[in-house]
């Protein structure tokens, strides 16, 4: 499934970089969150956020695709395995 799903999900990143400002025109408008944080102007804010989002939803599923991503706990080792004669000893 993730063979099928993760291309689709990279080219939505690739689509989210590629027209940042018309999505932020036609569907989100400024986001007040990322034009406190990424700066004011022109070429900053929210296409910014936009173009950080599809870049960040693009490496996740190249990430996802070859099975790299992190899942779940870690879970702490098994003990050392002990000999005969210390089991008997104990």
Aim: net charge positive; hydrophobic share 55%.
């Amino acid at each position: 499934m993730r063979f099928f799903l993760a291309p689709l999900v990279f080219i939505v990143g690739f689509l989210c970089m590629r027209y940042s400002v018309a999505i932020t025109d036609q569907f989100t408008g400024k986001i007040d969150l990322a034009e406190k944080y990424l700066g004011t102007g022109i070429g900053a804010g929210t296409y910014t956020f936009w173009k950080l989002f599809g870049l960040a939803m693009c490496v996740l599923s190249v990430l996802w695709l070859f099975n790299m991503l992190p899942s779940g706990f870690a879970t702490p080792p098994s003990p050392a395995p002990t000999s005969m004669i210390a089991q008997i000893l104990v």
